[in-house]
């Protein structure tokens, strides 16, 4: 299982949970109580060892008192589709459903490999607490040029010539 989902192009600010457990008197045991998560997935995120999942980053948040993006940061120019959805607390599977779509499209949408129909969009803005514009800026981040291959032509190499075997000692 990994540990970082692949979708989360983001940071996990692992010494700033531990500041916040800290200044709560938390310790690993009472956040992993809280966030519903064992001791040892704890340790590791208080390591950074390991990211939480979106579910997990939200309910950290709530339990510090703190924004989701305090805890989940990325540039500016990476506050794609993804991100928005990991703050909102939702994996792909549990958003696909209630925006009516499955995770691999919606998926394929965050990674600007599709296109979003306009009564995604609007769902999107509802479950991910975004305005327009943002929304239409994490869908433009989110569809970034892709270099595609450069097409070479088929070269023929010879093959080697079969080794021949001596026996030793014959």
């Known amino acids: 299982m990994r540990s970082t ?14 500041e916040l457990a800290k200044k709560q008197g938390l310790s ?4 992993a109580a809280a966030v519903k998560v064992n001791q040892g997935t704890v340790t590791r995120w208080a390591k950074g060892e390991a990211a939480p999942s979106p579910k997990s ?41 209630l925006v009516g779509t499955s995770p691999v499209h919606l998926g ?11 009564h995604m969009r609007d769902k999107l ?12 800026k994490a869908i433009r981040r989110s569809q970034t040029p892709r270099r595609r291959p450069v097409a070479r032509p088929f070269e023929f190499v010879p093959a080697a010539p079969p080794a021949t075997r001596q026996l030793i000692g014959a």
């Open 5 to 18: 989902p692949a979708a989360m192009p983001g940071v996990f600010k692992y010494r700033k949970m531990q």
């Open 28 to 31: 690993n045991r009472s956040l």
């Open 57 to 97: 980053i939200a309910r950290l948040a709530t339990l510090l008192g703190v924004d989701p993006s305090e805890l989940y940061v990325v540039t500016e120019t990476a506050r794609n589709l993804a991100y928005y959805r990991v703050l909102a607390g939702y994996s792909l599977a549990q958003l696909a459903p």
């Open 108 to 118: 394929r949408m965050e990674s600007g490999r599709s296109s979003i129909p306009p």
């Open 125 to 136: 803005k509802e479950y991910l607490n975004l305005d327009e514009e943002r929304l239409a």
